[in-house]
């Protein structure tokens, strides 16, 4: 993986350049234009500082207003922190201790289920299409460099990071490429969920159900991609007729966020 991927953020986690993927015309992704992340309840002074150094100064939070009530943003000077909720509550149950867990979780297969449809949901459900059209209107926004993220930042996150590469012209490989990497970022925090879980006397099904509900699945964002395909045939027409962007919102998004790297001399 290229060692400008990842960001050497302490008090957060699955924090990610999405630079570097190639578009179907030979351009990349700008590097430290666009960065995704899990939430930003927890970054230390060095981090906000770090962000502050790469010019970060809009964040956009697609959690609920509950979960933000829970775990508000800490943000680096000067940058805009803008609530845009892609679910209207939170389907992915992200932020519930073991009490709090619904009692579908001691079906078997619930959290897989669940989250496939949520995968659905984030694609089809007018509410999300609103969220996402908002998304994309800053990222059109001249001389903006943006960390966009959710909870965990692979649901909500991975979907928004999906649309946008697709606008950039991304392949469907790629995309699920980056959508995997949360995987291996995540580890850490997944099990430790897990852990918690069972000291509180999780059964078995339970543990199950929250794994699939906190992992990423090759599934889940491939439920994604399915839905696009139903609704519109591909992407760009779907972005064209759910989130209303035009030819030339595509052309400026690429404009702006894709790059031509320079060829040797012959």
Same mark, same amino acid.
């Given at each position: 993986?290229?060692?400008?991927?990842?960001?050497?953020? #302490?008090?957060?986690?699955?924090?990610?350049?999405?630079?570097?993927?190639?578009?179907?015309?030979?351009?990349? #992704?700008?590097?430290?234009?666009?960065?995704?992340?899990? *939430?930003?309840?927890?970054?230390?002074?060095?981090?906000?500082?770090?962000?502050?150094? &790469?010019?970060?100064?809009?964040?956009?939070?697609?959690?609920?207003?509950?979960?933000?009530?829970?775990?508000? =943003?800490?943000?680096?000077?000067?940058?805009?922190?803008?609530?845009?909720?892609?679910? =209207?509550? =939170?389907?992915?149950?992200?932020?519930?201790?073991?009490?709090?867990?619904?009692?579908?979780? =001691?079906?078997?297969?619930?959290?897989?289920?669940?989250?496939?449809?949520?995968?659905? %949901?984030?694609?089809?459900?007018?509410?999300?299409? #609103?969220?996402?059209?908002?998304?994309?209107?800053?990222?059109?926004?001249?001389?903006?460099?943006?960390?966009? %993220?959710?909870?965990?930042?692979?649901?909500?996150?991975?979907?928004?990071?999906?649309?946008?590469?697709?606008?950039? *012209?991304?392949?469907?490989?790629?995309?699920? %490429?980056?959508?995997?990497?949360?995987?291996?970022?995540?580890?850490?925090?997944?099990?430790?969920?897990? @852990?918690?879980?069972?000291? @509180?006397?999780?059964?078995?099904?339970?543990?199950?159900?929250? %794994?699939?509900?906190?992992?990423?699945?090759?599934?889940?964002?491939? &439920?994604?991609?399915?839905?696009?395909?139903?609704?519109?045939?591909?992407? #760009?027409?779907?972005?064209?007729?759910?989130?209303?962007?035009?030819?030339?919102?595509?052309?400026?998004?690429?404009?702006?966020?894709?790059?031509?790297?320079?060829?040797?001399?012959?």
């Amino acid at each position: 993986m290229d060692k400008r991927r990842v960001l050497p953020v #302490i008090g957060g986690f699955n924090f990610r350049d999405i630079g570097g993927y190639t578009s179907f015309d030979g351009r990349k #992704i700008k590097w430290g234009k666009a960065f995704r992340t899990a *939430g930003m309840a927890d970054l230390s002074p060095e981090d906000l500082k770090y962000l502050e150094d &790469r010019q970060v100064d809009t964040i956009i939070d697609f959690r609920t207003e509950a979960e933000v009530a829970k775990g508000p =943003d800490r943000v680096p000077a000067h940058a805009v922190d803008i609530n845009i909720p892609a679910m =209207d509550f =939170d389907r992915t149950e992200s932020t519930v201790d073991y009490a709090q867990l619904s009692k579908e979780y =001691d079906q078997k297969g619930y959290g897989y289920l669940n989250m496939i449809n949520n995968y659905e %949901h984030l694609i089809s459900d007018e509410y999300s299409n #609103i969220a996402y059209r908002k998304f994309f209107d800053l990222l059109m926004t001249e001389n903006k460099t943006l960390a966009y %993220h959710c909870t965990a930042g692979k649901d909500r996150t991975g979907v928004a990071s999906m649309l946008l590469m697709s606008a950039l *012209g991304i392949n469907e490989a790629q995309i699920k %490429h980056d959508y995997l990497i949360t995987d291996r970022l995540s580890t850490e925090v997944v099990r430790n969920k897990i @852990e918690h879980m069972k000291a @509180e006397g999780a059964t078995p099904d339970e543990i199950e159900n929250i %794994h699939s509900m906190w992992s990423v699945n090759i599934d889940y964002i491939q &439920r994604s991609i399915d839905t696009v395909k139903r609704l519109s045939g591909d992407p #760009i027409t779907y972005l064209q007729d759910y989130l209303q962007l035009q030819p030339a919102d595509i052309q400026l998004l690429r404009d702006k966020y894709l790059f031509s790297e320079p060829t040797d001399k012959q």
